[in-house]
């Protein structure tokens, strides 16, 4: 079983940047996605943006033009960039491996965008 790990999270103020990563342990052959989630407070947990096998992206219409994924095929390891963050980015972020029999989940990391 694949596991995967997120790091980046912390306090950031407000139009301030991070950067995300989350690696996978295991051998991981091929993968369908790669992708970041985040659930806020009394919230439903909603896509931040995915990554193809094939390198096409998409996004949640919030962070569009302001975050940016990638991926290291070669690493297993899936990035989230984050600029001009706002309070309402704050959020456990997640992210999502859709491999070609199952799903896996990092267990998440904390954003918060506060001054």
């Known amino acids: 079983q694949v596991r995967l790990v997120e790091s980046g999270g912390g306090l950031v103020q407000p139009g301030g940047s991070l950067r995300l990563s989350c690696a996978a342990s295991g051998s991981i052959f091929s993968f369908n996605t790669m992708g970041w989630y985040r659930q806020a407070p009394g919230k439903e947990r909603e896509l931040v943006a995915i990554?193809?096998?094939?390198?096409?992206?998409n996004y949640g219409d919030s962070v569009k033009g302001r975050f940016t994924i990638s991926g290291d095929n070669a690493k297993n390891t899936v990035y989230l960039q984050m600029n001009s963050l706002k309070s309402e980015d704050t959020a456990v972020y997640y992210c999502?491996?859709?491999?070609?029999?199952?799903?896996?989940w990092g267990q998440g990391t904390q954003v918060t965008v506060s001054s």
């Open positions: 990554i193809t096998s094939s390198g096409s992206t």
């Open positions: 999502k491996f859709r491999l070609p029999t199952y799903d896996t």
